[in-house]
């Protein structure tokens, strides 16, 4: 979408290495969310955030309301890892956006 | 918790028809919003409701799309005189209430012929 960002649009990893996933907003985003999409088409929430980060097992996620952009940190990739990441903003008026999309395929 | 259920996973439809796609939130959810997921547009905002009233629907096309939340249980999105452009998946989210962590279904595959 024109009022998230993400990059890359696309990223290959060696299973093992590290990787990062970002989101810059065009908004004055107030809370993000990031989600996989997997092979069957259901979207996991992984996050959902304030300003600050989290973190969740090999997952680690940042956002930084004042620089407007977040982050998704992603260690030791695994392949179950593959698959399509979105992010989302939500603003003022508590509409979401959502972004284009990553998608991640870990090789091994 | 059985998540959010969405029915039909896959309708086929001639262009010109009816399809009605149904949505039951997680219990206790306040919050129910409709997208609709294609490879051109990617994930686009349709419609949402909170206790059952509809708050926003700024993304919904004026014309053949309406969604109803008749009670806390289901929600419906129903497409009249369909046309091939409304190919897409169609995909519903709860949450506890306002915006909040998103909860999808596995969303509903409309091909429209």
């Known amino acids: 979408g024109d009022k998230v960002k993400q990059s890359p649009s696309a990223l290959s990893l060696q299973e093992g290495t590290n990787s990062a996933l970002r989101c810059n907003f065009s908004?004055?985003?107030?809370?993000v969310q990031w989600f996989l999409q997997n092979p069957r088409g259901s979207l996991i929430n992984l996050f959902y955030?304030?300003?600050g980060t989290k973190e969740n097992g090999r997952l680690k996620s940042a956002f930084d309301s004042k620089e407007s952009y977040s982050t998704l940190h992603i260690r030791d990739a695994q392949l179950e890892d593959s698959g399509t990441y979105f992010c989302?903003?939500?603003?003022?008026?508590?509409?979401?956006?959502f972004g284009d999309g990553t998608q991640l395929v870990v090789k091994p | 918790n059985a998540g959010v259920i969405q029915t039909p996973r896959h309708k086929v439809t001639g262009k010109g028809q009816e399809a009605t796609l149904w949505c039951e939130p997680i219990?206790?959810?306040?919050?129910v919003f409709w997208y609709r997921q294609t490879i051109v547009q990617g994930l686009e905002f349709l419609t949402y409701?909170?206790?059952?009233?509809?708050?926003?629907d700024s993304g919904m096309p004026k014309e053949r799309f309406s969604a109803q939340m008749p009670n806390q249980s289901h929600s419906t999105l129903k497409i009249q005189s369909t046309q091939p452009q409304d190919s897409a998946v169609y995909l519903c989210?709860?949450?506890?209430?306002?915006?909040?962590?998103?909860?999808f279904g596995e969303g509903s595959k409309l091909t429209v012929l």
């Open positions: 409701f909170r206790n059952q009233a509809p708050i926003d």
């Open positions: 955030l304030v300003p």
């Open positions: 908004i004055a985003a107030t809370t």
């Open positions: 989302a903003a939500e603003d003022s008026n508590n509409r979401i956006f």
């Open positions: 219990s206790g959810h306040s919050a």
């Open positions: 989210a709860s949450s506890t209430g306002g915006t909040g962590q998103l909860y």
